[in-house]
């Protein structure tokens, strides 16, 4: 019985569903018989007879197609001085057809296609196993997937019959560790499309580069909320996405390039992306349903934070690149200034062709009366000016080809400015999209964008479970504080209807009086009440969410409401640490906005405001004023508030921002304002981004009650709702569950042991891979519900039990090779736990006192070795967690996690287990001795090159040869491998690297200090 692996499990079914599938199916090949050799990524023979096959110049002189693939070689090169991601930008161009060279009729440019889109039968495709690759460290790709012989998607995959080994365990392969496919393998990722990762269990994929938080399921929308984690979902999701009609649309609609700012600096690189299931479907969907002409609406429900922006940019590439609808105009409307420069951004970091941001009422209308064929962004408010003429039935604009896309579809649309853009644009395609559909009798989504032919009158829908599920978001708990200062509106109001009542008001005079007396708007700035909000908001956050390294909202009830509380935590956080972001320039503080935060009435200035004698001084209020004002300055405040290392750490809002606003590193809303239905949804939902490790879920602080009775504040269908948003006090109840079953592995354990004998008795309880990965599963539980909870004083009497509990986790938690990812890195408050109350004495820095004469091992019984190898199995693993950051001791503890395993299945006896630990002791206390060996090494490498130049330079080039000996030192590090001196390639790449770098200073052709450079690198990298 051979058992099960990766290799005869889910590898091999996914090769064999994907050569089953029908139709345009993929042929297998194994690897060792593709006609390629280890260092080609193309394979020639096969891209040549598609050239040929799909070109019908080159068809007619084959030897053309030889030119083609030169300079696709090119491309592949590239890696190396652009970057993998723009490299891959650039082949991405090729594979759809982008560019042209001069091999038609008399040197005529002719377009170059590389693939067939509109028939795949044409398309050649092969599904290859155990690929071997040459390259920067030699490699062999469990599998590869060819279309016309170029390697579109890469796949991993893991065994699935290990607990601790994930998805993530094959996407690191890609990512880092010792393969390190993206960066030593990197030309063969420049033609890729996609990567995948299994374990059999769960299924993700990636672009080139992703983090782990980039990679994604492929389900459907319609699979529901609930999916079983096995080999058949595996297959079904490889099957959906890697069918050949999938890659090829992702390839030819769905793949983008996009501009980011690195987090905590101003450096922006180019990131690949690739759609999200749902925003694939939703797209073409749209597409299909323009083309088919039937049906001249749609409304897609995806939930908040799931990426409607881009399901906006993806329909909108398609619609325009599509020859059938003939150059349609494609109108994206928004209903507020902030999400209308959300949208360009998204649009302009997308390079999305002949995009125009519409600036006024008057811009739109000249626009769409001229018949524009461009991407229109604009918001609902720029319909304003237009005059509804009831003879005109034309509008401005009657072409049926006109898609108009409506973000957040719940809000604007029912009113006049809904029925003017409907009549500007009376042929027009009519698309909403909303994480928020209402369905009341006045305001109703499904009737205004619902088709009676979908199903639930929505064409697409992804729920918040899904989207939960697929990690898109993160879960939203909430947590009541504060009942003493509770304000009961629902007993305020029914004292203000008595009141009219008895006084005979009519509803003018009732809404008079309402905005005059403002009794819930006098309670809830109190001055008592506002101060003790403000000490509660104070002594959460700095317990709660800044250890973790987060930052939160405060969302109060209106404008002056902003001020008061930016004075309260200023003087509590410092200056610099909060800021106001609020519509100032359009009207007074004392003006009333409607529920988007738009001003009802026009007024005041800086002597209204002054007037209120409100703590606030004019620098402040000139300060808010440019942040209300201009696009730019609210942005770069807003940067600031993304950005960890920024001081800036609490924004106070009244109504900006409760939309559209995506900054993962927002973790709790403090929330102060009776928020319902749809708005409460999206205010909370601007915690549920994904961010790091730190941040599992999002947190509502309610002082209000507001999620008491939560069925009537979202009024939803309570099927719908459920799982929305939870109350943070039942991890309670879950603590001590969790806590029990972590401790039931240890049952026997006396955990009142200190020192090397307990801790040894502890890990003596999880001595196979089995049982440690579910204490490391159970502990994760844990740990998750601790850090929610830490440092609420509900977890005082489990305190001891869980540190002892982190210590043992810590002390067995691997530090390399495969599952160490499924074992994640504790949280920074259980890091925090250990390091202030370990009180286990077996970190120690005596390494060398340890490290023992070999000739007295025999002089131990079997019992002896056993307890010295653990305890220095535990002071050296001690040793390489101190050192993680020295890629030398990471791979000491590989070697440790290798022998461990070794030992405990039995190839080697204690006293070879103890043997080898001895000797990788000696070459730690070697390490440690001589930590700085490599620092003189680079050093001296340096100064022998710096004087091999100026032995045969003249006087006048030193200058600069500190500059040269750099270059040359980084370029070869790049470039170099294990045995690159003994290769063909690797002498060839290592003297093309050197001629460039000499080319820079004019220096390549000193054919002797060439020769004597080149000689110095063979010998000394």
Known sequence: MSGFNEANTIEEAIRDRLSALPGNNWAFIHGADLPREAQDVLIGSWLKDALCRLNSDIDKDPEKADEVIYKLRGVLVEARHSGLVRANELFTEWLRGEKSMPLGKDGEHITINLIDYDDHSKNHYVVSQQVPSMGAKNAFFDLVLYVNGIPLVVGEVKTPVRMAISWQDGASDFMGGDKYYWANQSSFFVPNLLCFATEGKTFAYGAVNAGFKHWMPWHKTTDGDEIPQNMNTVLTSAERLLEPQTLLELLQSFALYSATKLPNSNVIKRI????????????????????????????????????KSLLMLYAAKMLKADPDLKNPTVVVVVDRVDLDSQINTTFDNADVKNVTPVKSCKQLSKQLKHDSRNVLVTTIFKF??????????????????????????????????????????????????????????????????????????????YSYKQSIRDEATLPVKFEPRLAELRVDQEAIDKEFDALAEANNLTEEEKTQLSQK???????????????????????????????????????????????????????????????????????????????????????????????????????????????????????????????????????????????????????????????????????MCRTNRLYDDSKRHGLIIDYLGVFENLAKALAYDPKEIEGVVDQLGKYKDEVPVALEKCLALFEGVDRTVGGYEGLIAA????????????????????????????????????????????????????????????????????????????????????????????????????????????????????????????????????????????????????????????????????????????????????LALSELFKEVRNDQTPQIISRIVDDIDKIVKATRFPGWQNTTAGDREMKQVLRKTLLKYQLHRDAELFDKAYAYISEHY
């Open 272 to 307: 690949k992306l690739l759609p999200r299931y749902p925003q694939y479907e939703a797209a073409k969907q749209i597409v299909e349903r323009v083309k088919s002409g039937e049906i001249r609406k749609g409304l897609i429900w995806h939930f908040q934070g799931s990426g």
């Open 763 to 942: 890990q003596e309880r999880l001595a196979s891979n089995e049982v440690r990965d579910l204490f490391a599963a159970q502990f994760n539980v844990l740990k998750k519900l601790w850090e929610a909870l830490t440092p609420d004083p509900f977890l005082a009497p489990y305190q001891r039990d869980y540190r002892w509990l982190a210590q043992v986790y810590d002390s067995v938690r691997p530090v390399g090779g495969l599952g160490s990812l499924i074992w994640q890195a504790l949280g920074p408050e259980t890091i925090r736990l250990i390091h202030q109350y370990t009180d286990i004495d077996q970190i120690r820095d005596d390494l060398d006192e340890l490290v023992m004469d070999a000739d007295s091992l025999f002089t131990l019984s079997e019992a002896e070795q056993k307890r010295r190898g653990k305890r220095l199995e535990i002071s050296l693993i001690a040793k390489v967690r101190h050192k993680s950051g020295d890629p030398r001791y990471v791979e000491l503890g590989k070697r440790l996690e290798r022998l461990r395993e070794q030992y405990e299945a039995g190839v080697i006896s204690s006293i070879n287990w103890l043997k080898e630990l001895l000797e990788a002791a000696r070459e730690t206390v070697q390490l440690d001795n001589g930590a700085n060996d490599d620092d003189k090494i680079v050093e001296d490498n340096k």
């Open 517 to 683: 007396a403002g009794k819930l708007a006098h309670l809830l700035k109190a001055p008592k009440r506002m101060e003790a909000i403000a000490d509660d908001i104070q002594e959460h956050f700095t317990s709660h969410v800044e250890p973790k390294g987060l930052k939160a909202m405060v969302v109060v009830y209106d404008r002056e409401a902003c001020v008061l509380m930016y004075d309260l935590l200023t003087k509590r956080f410092g200056e610099g640490t909060c800021e106001v972001v609020m519509n100032l320039s359009q009207g007074g503080i004392d003006d009333e906005t409607d529920e988007n935060g738009h001003p009802k009435k026009k007024a005041s200035d800086w002597v209204k405001w002054d007037a209120l004698g409100l703590p606030l001084d004019k620098l402040a209020f000139k300060r808010w004023q440019a942040i209300d004002a201009s696009s730019t300055h609210q942005e770069k405040v807003l940067d600031q508030y993304r950005d960890s290392s920024d001081p800036l750490k609490v924004l106070i809002v009244t109504a900006k921002l409760l939309t559209g606003f995506d900054a993962p590193i927002c973790y709790c809303m403090y929330l102060d304002k009776p928020l319902r239905d749809h708005t409460l949804l999206q205010a």
């Open 384 to 461: 304003d000016d237009v005059e509804i003429d009831e003879n005109n039935k034309d509008g401005l604009n009657p072409r049926e080809n006109i898609i108009v896309l409506v973000d957040e579809a719940h809000r604007t649309q029912e009113g006049m400015l809904g029925e003017k853009m409907r009549w500007a644009l009376p042929n027009a395609y009519f698309f909403g999209l909303t994480g928020t559909p209402i369905s009341g009798l006045e305001r109703n989504t499904f009737r205004l964008f619902g088709a009676d032919q979908d199903q639930g009158r929505y064409m697409n829908r």
